[in-house]
């Protein structure tokens, strides 16, 4: 990443694709949110997630998904960075 943008995102589309290069192709990529704006996100994970469409928006239509549910899906989470500020 060039020095400018160093020190203020976390992640490049480069660096985004080399995570992902041995990722399967059709797996679903979601990120947290809530409210207005964009921020960085934490280091990218793979999650066990169910979908719960009948949810507020507030809530996501996606959630994790406890042991010996049905329905279930891995999916890539971008969880965006939680400022305390």
């Known amino acids: 990443m060039n020095d400018r ?3 203020i995102f976390f992640f490049s589309v ?14 679903p ?7 207005s704006g ?8 793979i999650k066990r997630i169910k ?4 949810n507020m928006y507030y809530d996501g239509e996606f959630q994790d998904a ?7 899906f891995e999916a890539v989470i971008l969880a965006r960075v939680l400022r305390n500020d």
Do not use: C, H, W
């Open 5 to 7: 943008g160093a020190e």
């Open 51 to 54: 979908r719960v469409p009948e």
């Open 14 to 27: 480069g660096e985004l694709m080399d995570l992902s290069k041995d990722l399967p192709k059709d797996m």
């Open 66 to 72: 406890e042991k010996g549910e049905a329905e279930i």
């Open 38 to 45: 964009y921020d960085n996100f934490y280091q990218p994970s």
């Open 29 to 35: 990529v979601l990120t947290s949110g809530y409210e």
